[in-house]
């Protein structure tokens, strides 16, 4: 019913900067919540940012100051600019869209996930 398609991950040394962006499709009349997590090697999945749809944002402590999530509700797009990238900053991102409602009919469905992308920051 929905897809969550990623892109913009990849190789940048520590100091740089990647963004981020994530493409819902689908069946989509509304999402409430689109955001990023994150799994590094080894460790649990974290939340990284999310966004709602009023504009309400969260960040992990980690990257506050230095990522920045935006999202374009007519083109169902979440986006995650990172800069200021650590080392620790590596792993796989993953988008997220939660309280989607959708077109036909209009109900509320279980949240999406995308597949992921890989980030991998370099000392």
């Known amino acids: 019913q929905v897809q969550l398609v990623e892109s913009g991950g990849g190789l940048v040394q520590a100091g740089g900067s990647l963004r981020l962006s994530c493409v819902a499709s689908?069946?989509?009349?509304?999402?409430?919540?689109m955001g990023w997590y994150r799994q590094a090697p080894g460790k649990q999945c974290e939340l990284v940012a999310n966004l709602t749809g009023g504009g309400s944002a969260n960040y992990a402590d980690s990257v506050k100051g230095r990522f920045f999530i935006a999202r374009d509700n007519a083109k169902n797009t979440v986006y995650l600019q990172m800069n200021s990238l650590k080392p620790e900053d590596t792993a796989v991102y993953s988008c997220?869209?939660?309280?989607?409602?959708?077109?036909?009919?209009?109900?509320?469905?279980?949240?999406?996930w995308g597949q992921g992308t890989q980030v991998t920051v370099s000392s």
């Open positions: 997220y869209a939660g309280g989607i409602v959708t077109a036909r009919p209009m109900e509320l469905i279980r949240d999406y």
């Open positions: 689908g069946n989509i009349f509304r999402i409430n919540t």
